[in-house]
């Protein structure tokens, strides 16, 4: 509950993943498998220093989108609420006791949804135990790759043989 330390989670290849609805057979499964136990995964080449710094200029845009996508909603929702708290305490308008207290959440609740967003954000964009999601993608996209050049190998080599 409060203070208590979650369990780290174990992070499973996208293939493994409960949500993964596609047609890859296991054998497959544990060619990518054998990849992913390697010290160095295949698709974990030194890319050139412009492109490392591109991907992450690009990571960065989007966390500063999101920070400020959210900063925003806050910030819009506390001045409306402030707008109509002060019209109450100017006397401009007549409250009752449940007007303050929709006023005052309205003005606290975004900043309690700010704080656990904005940790939400940031732990995705740089988790806490080391996983890259950048790098996972990169990855991803190596394997798919991989496995389609395996099939089109495959189909190609059916094509050339002569079925009796």
């Known amino acids: 509950m409060f ?11 996208w293939y493994r993943e409960k949500k993964y609805k596609g047609n890859m057979t296991e054998k497959e499964k544990r060619q990518l498998d ?3 136990m390697q010290e160095r995964h295949p698709a974990d080449h030194d890319l050139p220093e412009e492109v490392e710094r ?15 996508a959210l900063a925003l909603y806050v910030l819009l929702s506390t001045g409306i609420a402030g707008y109509f708290l002060v019209r109450y305490l ?5 409250a009752s006791l449940l007007n303050y207290s929709v006023v005052i959440a309205f003005i606290v609740f975004p900043w309690i949804y ?5 940790n939400k954000n940031a732990e995705e964009f740089l988790p806490s135990d080391g996983f890259s999601p950048g790098n996972e993608a990169i990855r991803k996209e190596w394997e798919l790759t991989y496995l389609f050049k395996m099939h089109e190998s495959e189909r190609h080599s059916q094509a050339q043989t002569p079925s009796d």
Do not use: A
């Open 3 to 13: 203070g208590r330390k979650k369990k780290p989670v174990e992070r499973v290849p």
């Open 34 to 36: 054998s990849f992913r």
């Open 54 to 68: 591109y991907i992450i200029n690009l990571e960065m845009e989007v966390y500063d989108n999101k920070q400020q």
């Open 90 to 94: 100017l006397g401009y308008e007549e």
């Open 114 to 118: 700010y704080k656990w967003q904005f």
